[in-house]
């Protein structure tokens, strides 16, 4: 129930109901005092009227009995001076204006919060909105991306396979031409350090070669005979002859004959002189005619044997062989890698 002066509502023992209309007021909002309340409170709550309805009672009789006009003829009685009546209605004017800000402030507290709640809400629904938004997008994408990732996952896996194909067919190739380049090179010698000349007879030197160490070759059992190009063309040496033959048995007979003249002329193995070239004697060699691969793992091996005290190494049938001394068991070197695994005291 609401204050029919203030129209705010009533709590507590605060009220005054008219005994005429049964409307209800704050005694504050009477001008009446808190001790004149409680003083005649029996008498007022019997026969209290409000202000409409005194009014009302007063065009159709006297009304002087009522509570009110009596508090006011003993305010009058007690309150001689004009000064005090006027401090007692200014501060009725100030409970009063108190009594307006207050309802006042409570209706723009309850306008500001219901404003911010409702700002605050929108707000926070606008941002769930976009945050629902943003994170469905970035879903989405995640979702692409995995799908993206796994694609690329499928064809680096694809890859790696064909990788190992053809990795292991380009092994298979790499043996299939050091096996072909090696039988290419089955009937062939290789004669190192013969001094060059510009109109020069090899065919004449290889015969002449033949006859020093001791072999007899014909010209039908040869197809063909040339020098090479130098790996290193910087180098001052000659090039090296190629002498193609018919048979490996004619390359094997020559090569043994080689040995053979060393064997026997230790002082003086075969050199420049023995083939007719004047000034100062070097000594030529006649080996098989091995592949880049089979050079490089004679080199290392030559080179090896010489560090670790190793007194023989020597090529046959294009695979390279070391071995201590006289006594030891031949070591067959395989590749450059190998010859780590090798030691000075025990060969493996």
Not at 33 to 53: I, V
Not at 242 to 249: D, F, R, Y
Request: hydrophobic share 30%; charged share 30%; with cysteine.
């Amino acid at each position: 129930m609401n204050c029919e002066a203030c129209r705010k509502k009533i709590t507590g023992d605060e009220v005054l109901r008219c005994t005429q209309c049964m409307k209800q007021y704050h005694f504050v909002c009477l001008n009446l005092t808190p001790a004149y309340y409680k003083a005649n409170l029996g008498e007022l709550r019997r026969s209290w009227m409000c202000p409409l309805c005194i009014n009302i009672t007063r065009r159709k009789g006297n009304n002087c009995n009522t509570p009110i006009r009596q508090q006011q003829a003993n305010m009058d009685d007690s309150n001689m001076s004009s000064t005090s009546s006027a401090s007692i209605t200014l501060d009725q004017f100030s409970r009063l204006l108190d009594s307006k800000l207050d309802t006042k402030l409570d209706s723009f507290q309850k306008v500001l919060t219901e404003t911010i709640r409702k700002e605050v809400s929108d707000q926070i629904a606008r941002l769930k909105s976009e945050f629902t938004t943003t994170t469905d997008f970035l879903a989405e994408e995640q979702k692409d991306i995995r799908t993206e990732l796994g694609t690329a996952t499928d064809r680096i896996r694809k890859l790696e396979d064909e990788k190992m194909q053809l990795q292991t067919s380009l092994s298979q190739i790499n043996k299939t031409v050091q096996i072909l380049d090696k039988s290419s090179r089955n009937c062939n010698i290789e004669i190192q350090s013969v001094p060059e000349k510009r109109s020069e007879n090899l065919l004449q030197a290889l015969k002449k070669l033949c006859e020093v160490i001791n072999c007899t070759i014909s010209e039908s059992d040869i197809k063909s005979i040339r020098r090479v190009a130098k790996l290193n063309p910087s180098s001052d040496r000659p090039r090296n002859i190629i002498v193609s033959l018919h048979s490996e048995l004619h390359r094997d007979t020559i090569i043994s004959a080689v040995r053979r003249f060393n064997r026997t002329n230790k002082s003086c193995p075969l050199n420049s002189s023995h083939l007719g070239f004047l000034g100062e004697k070097c000594n030529i060699y006649v080996s098989e005619h091995l592949s880049a691969d089979c050079k490089a793992v004679h080199a290392a091996a030559r080179h090896w044997a010489k560090t670790n005290q190793y007194k023989f190494v020597w090529v046959k049938y294009g695979r390279v062989y070391i071995r201590r001394d006289e006594e030891s068991t031949a070591i067959l070197v395989r590749d450059t890698d190998s010859l780590s695994k090798l030691t000075c005291s025990k060969p493996v």
